[in-house]
């Protein structure tokens, strides 16, 4: 069973839309000025540690210290003007990533000296700052949250771990933005992709699933997504089986480890510079690995935010994972999905290079069944 195919003229297309999926597009394409509205209401919500937070009127300017905060946050305000500052990491892939194209003058504005290290707040810029709210960890002790409270700064606790404490960050901080209707249409597409892969998926086999690796991270020590990662909604959701899941916290493998498991796909995050399927391809050690042999390893894309963690784009990872594991089963069309929801969350027209630089086509163009992916392909597919 094929998923439907959203090959048409944008008329066509949108009428073919499950109900969700059409509201979110329609609602973030037509929003126009009243998205970037300001709404001068009082913003109260309880963070993910249950403490209340109380805004005189819906942030102006927020910093984020979480990594994945900052670019999701300017995809629920619809630009950048809300964002003041954030995490030096997801700053420098601001700068050098896709975000830096959409938002050429943002990397300038936005602060990146926030931190002092890690997530440890940098208090001293902050208080010259005097931001309207800062979101940090809330996971990982006090001692990142208590500087930011004693100083008198105002502050909102965010959890990682699951899509389910994902939908919870979307609906806070589209709150804090006084972007709830927003907010509310991003979940409505997160439901819709989900619904539409699952009713594929879930009907699937055990030996139907392929068996799947996340290398979270290959060099210097190798380390694989376990199932305490939001991976495991992810591979479980697109038709796979992650076969690290049964890994511990340190999520440390070795070759013979990988070796046993023997992984028909194998994934590779985006923090390693310079990795791509070819660092395996050439890696002895991995000769043997199924993945390896039907060159079956590939580079998950990255966009306006890496798209290994959970994050506003994450539908989109749902629908290419999908029919990398199952080619027969899904034949989403990527590149214009990308085109559309991009221009819904940024208000941004994507080239096909920056198709292309989001999808990896030059590092993952030997990967099986990858050709699909490539605009020379999806230009013929159309009717």
């Known amino acids: 069973m094929l998923l439907p195919h959203f090959r048409h003229a944008t008329g066509r297309r949108m009428r073919r839309l499950a109900p969700a999926l059409c509201c979110w597009l329609l609602l973030l394409l037509g929003s126009g000025a009243a998205a970037q509205a300001q709404n001068r209401e009082p913003a109260t ?24 905060a900052g670019s999701l946050l300017i995809a629920l305000a619809g630009s950048t003007d809300k964002l003041a500052g954030m995490h030096p990491d997801a700053h420098a892939y601001m700068q050098d990533g896709l975000l830096g194209r959409m938002f050429p003058g943002a990397p ?36 990142l949250i208590a500087p930011l409270r004693n ?35 991003h979940l ?10 699952r009713a594929v998926t879930a009907r699937l086999s055990e030996h139907e699933r392929p068996r799947v690796m996340l290398l979270s991270r290959y060099r210097p020590e190798m380390r694989a997504a376990s199932s305490a ?20 916290n340190a999520n440390a493998v070795n070759i013979e480890q990988i070796m046993a498991w023997n992984p028909q796909v194998i994934l590779l995050n985006n923090f390693e510079p310079g990795l791509s399927p070819q660092s395996l391809y050439d890696d002895p050690l991995f000769a043997g690995i199924d993945a390896v042999r039907n060159q079956r390893v590939y580079r998950i894309p990255a966009g306006g935010y890496r798209w290994d963690p959970p994050g506003q784009e994450s539908p989109l990872y749902w629908q290419w994972l999908s029919m990398v594991l199952h ?5 989403w069309p990527m590149r214009q999905l990308i085109r559309d929801s991009y221009r819904a969350l940024y208000g941004y027209e ?30 013929r597919a159309r009717p």
Do not use: C
């Open 45 to 68: 919500f309880k963070d993910m540690l249950g403490e209340r937070v109380r805004l005189a009127q819906p942030a102006r300017q927020s910093v984020t210290l979480p990594m994945p």
């Open 108 to 143: 300038a504005r936005i602060r990146a000296d926030v931190t002092r290290g890690g997530f440890a707040p940098n208090v001293e810029t902050l208080l010259q700052m005097q931001p309207d709210l800062i979101w940090q960890w809330g996971h990982m002790g006090d001692d």
């Open 151 to 185: 100083a008198g700064l105002p502050v909102a606790a965010l959890l990682y771990g699951n899509e389910t404490r994902t939908r919870e960050w979307i609906g806070l901080m589209g709150a804090s933005l006084g972007q709830s209707e927003r907010a509310q249409a």
């Open 188 to 197: 409505a597409w997160r439901r819709d992709v989900e619904q539409r892969i």
């Open 229 to 248: 990662s939001n991976f495991q909604f992810d591979v479980e959701l697109a038709g796979g089986r992650n076969v690290a899941a049964s890994v511990g």
């Open 327 to 331: 080619p027969q089963r899904f034949d």
């Open 350 to 379: 994507a080239t096909e290079a920056d198709l292309d630089f989001v999808l990896h086509t030059q590092l993952n163009a030997r990967a099986q069944g990858y050709a699909r992916f490539l605009r020379a392909n999806a230009e």
